[in-house]
């Protein structure tokens, strides 16, 4: 390329990026710093929300407490230039959502950035920050993959240009969404759930994974119309996160109201069995929410959930109500029943016959279905073994 040639397309590209960012002004964006910009978005409508955060909230949403309120929280979501991480990976947008009390409801509003090039980053950084040193000590992070991902990449940015990274509470939903909906759904990245589970349309909104191209196409030419279309994917994500959220606090402040199928939003469907067993076993340790635990197991136990029959059945055990325990017992020990849950019933079901029903023969016969049942490896196989040696003998089997 000659010298001429090279001077007229430096000023195309100039030409390009000044329409570009002329589109993006059209958009709502100021500047925020060197090669950064900011805009703010309140959303439409508002989020159906507690009027409180719900004591139980820990137990849905680890990093979420009933002491902890609304306005305290902050949703983020970044978009970078790589999918994987790692030091050559940059932050070039990022986004930041607030609760805002409304009479009775709460709306949305969102706080975006975004990098027009490389050499802002430290400015980018720093404005990114200032959404974090607003906020009170009790700031708490909502993301979705945030742990591993985002909050790693801001880290990294920051170190690697000479700036403290911030510090504050972090709720990621990406755990709890696997507990509540990962066997009703092919898969639970955030789009599957807020359309399989939400209803949510994000019809004609730009995959997230094309983000790095199309920011490194404006870099190229300056072309502002795709690069609007990550923004917006990017706002779409706060939203969604927010509603997730939503979701997730409706179910810890009335988990039998929303376990009922229903339509969204106004009914939630996740897995009832998964959520009892994780309330119970919390709740047992604490006594303001142990009675919900109680009722939530056995709403799940009831309608057949094997995990939850076989959690109910010991609990009704060990309280002595046998009779009643035994009849869950053998619900949990039938073909249909995980495999783990039925060897575990068949174990509950031969000690109970041969210790307090005091039928050996009974026993015997739970304890071989049992051992048929284990995998060679286990480690109940010595224990079976043993309990199928000491009843044979009993029960006049074997000499």
């Given at each position: ?7 007229k ?29 900011r805009?703010?978005?309140?959303c439409g ?5 507690p009027e409180?955060?719900?004591g ?5 949403m680890?990093?979420i407490s ?12 970044l978009e970078?230039?790589?999918?994987s991480?790692?030091?050559?990976t940059?932050a ?16 949305l509003?969102?706080?975006?950035y975004?990098?027009?090039d490389y050499?802002?980053?430290?400015d980018f ?13 009790g700031?708490?992070?909502?993301s ?8 790693q ?14 510090e ?11 507990r509540?909906?990962?066997?009703l ?7 599957t ?5 939400l209803g ?8 997230g ?11 190229k030419?300056g ?15 706060i ?9 997730m606090v ?6 039998f ?11 939630i ?26 009722k ?7 309608r057949g959930q094997p ?10 055990m ?5 009779g ?7 619900k ?7 495999l783990?849950v ?7 079901l ?18 071989e ?5 284990l ?25």
């Amino acid at each position: 390329m000659n010298k001429e040639k090279g001077v007229k397309t430096i000023a195309a590209q100039g030409a390009c990026r000044s329409d570009g960012l002329s589109f993006l002004a059209e958009q709502g964006w100021a500047p925020a710093g060197y090669m950064t910009l900011r805009r703010e978005i309140a959303c439409g409508g508002c989020i159906e929300l507690p009027e409180k955060i719900p004591g139980a909230a820990g137990i849905v949403m680890p990093g979420i407490s009933g002491s902890t309120v609304y306005e305290d929280l902050l949703f983020f979501d970044l978009e970078t230039t790589g999918l994987s991480g790692g030091a050559g990976t940059v932050a070039f947008l990022a986004a930041f959502g607030r609760l805002a009390a409304k009479n009775t409801l709460h709306e949305l509003h969102i706080t975006q950035y975004l990098l027009l090039d490389y050499p802002g980053e430290s400015d980018f950084i720093t404005a990114v920050l200032g959404e974090f040193n607003c906020c009170i000590p009790g700031l708490t992070m909502v993301s979705y993959n945030g742990r591993n991902f985002d909050s790693q990449i801001l880290k990294t940015r920051c170190l690697m240009n000479g700036i403290f990274p911030p510090e504050y509470l972090h709720a990621d939903l990406l755990y709890p969404a696997r507990r509540l909906w990962k066997r009703l759904l092919p898969d639970c990245s955030q789009g599957t759930i807020e359309a399989g589970i939400l209803g949510i349309d994000r019809a004609g909104d730009i995959s997230g994974a094309m983000a790095p191209d199309i920011w490194f196409s404006f870099l190229k030419d300056g072309d502002a119309g795709p690069l609007s279309g990550i923004c917006d994917h990017n706002r779409r994500d706060i939203t969604g996160l927010a509603s997730i959220f939503s979701a997730m606090v409706r179910i810890a402040d009335d988990p039998f109201g929303m376990a009922e199928t229903g339509i969204p939003p106004n009914k939630i469907i996740f897995d009832i069995e998964s959520l009892s067993l994780r309330w119970y076993d919390i709740a047992r340790r604490d006594p303001r929410l142990v009675e919900t635990g109680r009722k939530l197991l056995w709403f799940a136990a009831d309608r057949g959930q094997p995990r939850a029959v076989l959690r109910y059945a010991l609990l009704l055990m060990r309280e002595g109500n046998c009779g009643r325990g035994r009849k869950f017992l053998l619900k949990a020990a039938a073909e249909s029943s995980p495999l783990p849950v039925r060897i575990a019933a068949l174990r509950a079901l031969a000690i109970d016959s041969d210790r307090r029903l005091k039928n050996a023969g009974q026993a015997l016969s739970f304890t071989e279905q049992g051992l048929e049942l284990l995998p060679p490896d286990s480690p109940l196989k010595n224990e079976f073994e043993h309990r199928l040696q000491r009843l044979q003998k009993k029960s006049g089997t074997i000499f």
